[in-house]
Antibody, heavy 121, light 108 residues
């Protein structure tokens, strides 16, 4: 069974940093591109970042570029999101999500339960 | 950036109704469109990918159609468990992998 479990969320002050982790199991992690998607309270979904299976291709939303860094450790079946210079508008539930076996054509076929990041003084 | 416009943003329907949600892209995205269902407090769930392919395990009352710039998600006979918010997402070009604004389906 495919499982994605996020951790690392919490309360942080504006300007602070946080590192999110996503532990993957039940599939060959090293074969799939992975994504981070966030959802501010009461709002819609916002794609944050993508990383290809071998980390060769990395993409960011303009809203986080230069502040967030996505990475992965295929040996540990883990995905990460390093978030620096956090702002109030980064407050959201952060989901990790797997791209399906057909790549982007397949959409994001498995999602974690999400971890809440709150940026407030 | 490619923008996705979903309509309506809210709809009220009864059990058994046929429901159609539209997603329009600001430029052509071929068939690189996915539909998700999200219930309160839960992660989104993939329903449809490649515009019209049903994800494994999703009931056949859900269907998707379209290509290019106009897409639809249809629920042929609305069931109680289908009351949720639905999002489209384009995956043709990134960044960003844009989501539509969402359509909340509520019980009439």
């Amino acid at each position: 069974e495919v499982q994605l479990v996020e951790s690392g969320g919490g309360l942080v002050k504006p300007g602070g940093s946080l590192r999110l982790s996503c532990a993957a199991s039940g599939f060959t992690f090293s074969s799939y591109s992975m994504n981070w998607v966030r959802q501010a309270p009461g709002k819609g979904l916002e794609w944050v970042s993508s990383i290809s299976s071998s980390s060769s291709y990395i993409y960011y939303a303009d809203s986080v570029k230069g502040r967030f860094t996505i990475s992965r450790d295929n040996a540990k079946n883990s995905l990460y999101l390093q978030m620096n210079s956090l702002r109030a508008e980064d407050t959201a539930v952060y989901y990790c999500a797997r791209e399906g076996r057909l790549g982007t054509l397949h959409g994001l076929d498995y999602w974690g339960q999400g971890t809440l990041v709150t940026v407030s003084s | 950036d490619i923008q996705l416009t979903q309509s309506p943003s809210f709809l009220s329907a009864s059990v058994g109704d046929r429901v159609t949600i539209t997603c329009r892209a600001s430029q052509g995205i071929s068939s690189y469109l996915a539909w998700y269902q999200q219930k309160p407090g839960k992660a989104p769930k993939l329903l449809i990918y490649a515009a019209s392919t049903l994800q494994s395990g999703v009931p056949s009352r859900f269907s998707g159609s379209g290509s290019g710039t106009e897409f639809t998600l249809t629920i042929s006979s609305l069931q109680p468990e289908d009351f949720a918010t639905y999002y489209c997402q384009q995956l043709n070009s990134y960044p960003p992998l844009t989501f539509g604004g969402g359509t909340k389906v509520e019980i009439k």
